[in-house]
């Protein structure tokens, strides 16, 4: 299987994609809002885009709903430790995925719930 490489915009684009839903540090939802925004408006760019900005909605979907479970287990005194490790995955997948963009590579969050195809 012998793709191209995707062009220098497109992958600046799927970085933003990634990267805009560090958004929801500081706007509520906002890490679904920003790859959302992201995805809306750039999917046209190119196939890359497209498919990075969907996995990083879905993504930022998934991390919502496992974020309200754990808010939901605080009252079991196990959701902290859950919502902590869960915020560290958040992070450290997010930023896994802007430097797999920025190389070109297509990548898949790990535990994602596929909503959008």
Request: glycine share 8%.
């Amino acid at each position: 299987m012998n793709q191209e490489r995707p062009g220098k915009q497109e992958r600046m684009w799927a970085i933003a994609a990634h990267l805009a839903a560090f958004a929801g540090l500081v706007i509520p939802l906002g890490n679904v809002l920003g790859p959302l925004i992201v995805w809306l408006i750039k999917r046209e760019e190119g196939a890359f885009v497209d498919s990075q900005g969907k996995e990083a909605l879905n993504f930022a979907i998934s991390v919502t709903i496992y974020g309200a479970i754990g808010m939901l287990l605080i009252f079991l005194f196990i959701g902290v430790l859950l919502l902590f490790a869960l915020f560290v995955f958040w992070v450290v997948a997010v930023i896994m995925a802007a430097v797999s963009a920025k190389d070109g590579i297509p990548y898949r969050y790990p535990l994602t719930l596929r909503f959008i195809t």
